[in-house]
C-alpha cells in the first residue's frame, strides 16, 4: 500500500482537516467497519467535500494506515507514561492496573485495530507496518522491565525482558477478543490486570 509523502510544512488548516477526516473516519469505521465504508461516507460524517478528502489522502486504505498509526503511536505512549511512574523497583499489580486502563480504554479503538488486523494479514506490507507498531508497544514494556531488573524478579519461564513483554501483548490480545464479543469492559479491565499481574510476578519469591 503506498503512503503518501509530505513534504515541507503543514499549514494550520490543513493539519485541522486531516486530523477532524481522522477523527470522523475513527466513527465510521468502528461502527461499520472498513470493506463497508465509502469516501462520501467519511466526508459526510467529518463535513467536508471528496476535494478536501483528496488534498490529505488518495485513498481509504492511506486514510486507515494514518488513522492505525496515529492511534498505535498513542498507545505506545500512553503505556510508556503509565509504566513511568514507580522508581526502579516495580510494583507489579498497581503498574498492570494502570496498563490496563490504557489498553482496554476503548472498545471502538478495539474494532479498529482489529480491522487493520485483518487487512493486514491480507497485504504484506500492511503486516510489515502492523509488526513495527507491535514492536514498539513491545518496546515500551520491555525497556520498563529492563529498568526494574534487579528490583523486580520475573519469572524465569518468560526468559528476558523481551519474552515478558511478548506475553504482556499475547494477554492483551487475548483478553480484547472476549471483549469485543461480550461488550464488558470492568469485567475485561479486572481479568487484564490480574492476568498481567501472575505472568509478571515471580512465584519463586514467595516460596
Same mark, same amino acid.
Given at each position: 500500500?503506498?503512503?503518501?509523502? /509530505? /513534504?515541507?510544512?503543514?499549514?494550520?488548516?490543513?493539519?485541522?482537516?486531516? #486530523?477532524? &477526516?481522522?477523527?470522523? %473516519?475513527?466513527?465510521?469505521?468502528?461502527?461499520?467497519?472498513?470493506?463497508?465504508?465509502?469516501?462520501?461516507?467519511?466526508?459526510?460524517?467529518a463535513g467536508y467535500s471528496r476535494g478536501a478528502f483528496y488534498s490529505n489522502f488518495d485513498s481509504l486504505d492511506e486514510l486507515f494506515f494514518a488513522?492505525?498509526?496515529?492511534?498505535?503511536?498513542?498507545?505506545?505512549?500512553?503505556?510508556?507514561?503509565?509504566? *513511568?511512574?514507580?522508581?526502579?523497583? =516495580?510494583?507489579?499489580?498497581?503498574? *498492570?492496573?494502570?496498563?490496563?486502563?490504557?489498553?482496554?480504554?476503548?472498545?471502538? +479503538?478495539?474494532?479498529?485495530? /482489529?480491522?487493520? &488486523?485483518?487487512?493486514? *494479514?491480507?497485504?504484506?506490507?500492511? %503486516?510489515? /507496518?502492523? =509488526?513495527?507498531?507491535? *514492536?514498539?508497544?513491545?518496546?515500551?514494556?520491555?525497556?520498563? &522491565?529492563?529498568?526494574?531488573?534487579?528490583?523486580?524478579?520475573?519469572?524465569?519461564?518468560?526468559?528476558?525482558?523481551?519474552?515478558?513483554?511478548?506475553?504482556?501483548?499475547?494477554?492483551?490480545?487475548?483478553?480484547?477478543?472476549?471483549?469485543? =464479543?461480550?461488550?464488558?469492559?470492568?469485567?475485561?479491565?479486572? +481479568?487484564?490486570?490480574?492476568?498481567?499481574?501472575?505472568?509478571?510476578?515471580?512465584?519463586? #519469591?514467595?516460596?
Open positions: 500500500m503506498a503512503v503518501r509523502e /509530505t /513534504t515541507g510544512r503543514m499549514t494550520r488548516r490543513r493539519a485541522h482537516t486531516r #486530523a477532524n &477526516l481522522l477523527d470522523a %473516519a475513527f466513527g465510521v469505521f468502528a461502527a461499520k467497519g472498513f470493506g463497508r465504508v465509502s469516501i462520501e461516507e467519511v466526508c459526510e460524517a488513522l492505525y498509526r496515529q492511534r498505535a503511536d498513542l498507545i505506545a505512549e500512553q503505556v510508556s507514561a503509565a509504566l *513511568a511512574s514507580d522508581g526502579p523497583d =516495580l510494583d507489579v499489580p498497581a503498574a *498492570a492496573d494502570r496498563v490496563t486502563e490504557v489498553l482496554l480504554l476503548d472498545r471502538d +479503538w478495539l474494532l479498529v485495530k /482489529t480491522d487493520f &488486523l485483518v487487512h493486514a *494479514a491480507r497485504d504484506p506490507e500492511v %503486516a510489515r /507496518t502492523l =509488526l513495527e507498531h507491535r *514492536a514498539r508497544l513491545r518496546r515500551a514494556i520491555a525497556d520498563r &522491565l529492563a529498568r526494574a531488573r534487579g528490583h523486580t524478579a520475573l519469572p524465569a519461564v518468560l526468559g528476558d525482558t523481551e519474552g515478558a513483554a511478548h506475553a504482556v501483548v499475547a494477554a492483551y490480545d487475548g483478553v480484547t477478543t472476549r471483549l469485543l =464479543l461480550d461488550r464488558d469492559v470492568a469485567h475485561a479491565r479486572i +481479568w487484564l490486570g490480574q492476568l498481567l499481574t501472575a505472568l509478571l510476578t515471580d512465584g519463586s #519469591a514467595r516460596q
